[in-house]
């Protein structure tokens, strides 16, 4: 009895296994789709562009303290010399805090991009979950990130549901955009 018990469960825990569905979609083709994505991206390549100009700039500075000082050195008392190095090194200490304070992992280049993309990342992400619900999809998968995925069936990417499901219109099957 019990292991006609443990054998009908078994069973049945196969049985459902097989009726999961699962799909894919690829985030790039999806993103590179939606012109606010590309907007925002040239966004935050504007800025950044703008951005390594100002640290270029004062960097260019710091090398133009540097020369000028060289070519005075012989000539300057010694406690001048200190206060001419002690600007120098304030100077390109200044240039770094700002190249970090523009680029670092917490700086104003991730706030711009958590500004600008996050929200069309969570459009996206809500358009995925809600087609994973009415086509009652196990999971989802992703092909763009890199996930330990070595097969996917083109029938089961939904990319071009999602771009649908976001209002943009698709040129053909995303299958055979590559």
Do not use: H
Request: hydrophobic residues 40%.
């Amino acid at each position: 009895m019990k292991k006609t018990l443990i054998i009908t469960v078994l069973m049945l825990c196969g049985f459902a296994s097989f009726s999961q569905k699962f799909a894919c979609v690829d985030s790039d083709y999806i993103l590179s789709n939606m012109p606010e994505y590309k907007q925002a991206q040239k966004e935050l390549e504007d800025a950044s562009l703008q951005w390594q100009k100002e640290i270029e700039n004062k960097l260019a500075e710091v090398d133009k303290m540097y020369k000028q000082y060289q070519a005075e050195a012989l000539l300057l008392p010694s406690d001048l010399k200190t206060k001419k190095e002690n600007e120098i090194v304030a100077a390109e200490k200044a240039a770094k805090n700002l190249q970090k304070q523009r680029f670092g992992n917490e700086g104003d280049l991730a706030k711009k991009r958590a500004e600008l993309v996050k929200p069309i990342q969570d459009k996206v992400y809500n358009a995925i979950e809600k087609l994973a619900q009415e086509k009652n999809y196990s999971a989802v998968f992703d092909k763009a990130s890199g996930a330990a995925l070595l097969y996917v069936d083109d029938k089961s990417d939904i990319s071009d549901m999602v771009l649908s499901e976001l209002g943009y219109k698709v040129n053909g099957s995303s299958s055979k955009r590559r």
